[in-house]
Nanobody, 121 residues
Framework: VQLQAFGGGLVQAGGSLRLSCAAS????????LGWSRQAPGKEREFVAA????????YYADSVKGRFTISRDSAKNTVYLQMNSLKSEDTAVYYC???????????????WGQGTLVTVSS
């Protein structure tokens, strides 16, 4: 599956931004779609993921209560609504397909291109 991310940009701290990830085809129901991010000088980290049915969502502790992931299965698209943005949210955000491995959600080899989110303080 090919993934394409949209929606990055520059926003002030406290503001909001919505990212979109369009998949070229419907993914298998056992997979999830979601986002990871990589800040300058840091390792890539998981942000959020959602099952294709939308029945389950997963968030990193650092974004819980501020970010909301959702999907439109008819459009093969997943969204990440980011509210109350902080300067530490500045990163390149990558859309990816994820899978369950035991009790964890881990990325597969399917990644989209990144989209830069810059939060100014």
């Amino acid at each position: 599956v090919q993934l394409q991310a949209f929606g990055g940009g520059l926003v002030q701290a406290g503001g909001s931004l919505r990212l979109s990830c369009a998949a070229s085809e419907r993914i298998f129901s056992s997979y999830l779609l979601g986002w990871s991010r990589q800040a300058p000088g840091k390792e890539r980290e998981f942000v959020a993921a959602i099952t294709w049915s939308g029945s389950s969502t997963y968030y990193a502790d650092s974004v819980k209560g501020r970010f909301t992931i959702s999907r439109d299965s008819a459009k093969n698209t997943v969204y990440l609504q980011m509210n109350s943005l902080k300067s530490e949210d500045t990163a390149v955000y990558y859309c990816a397909a994820y899978e369950y491995r035991g009790t964890s959600v881990v990325p597969t080899d399917s990644w989209g291109q990144g989209t830069l989110v810059t939060v100014s303080s």
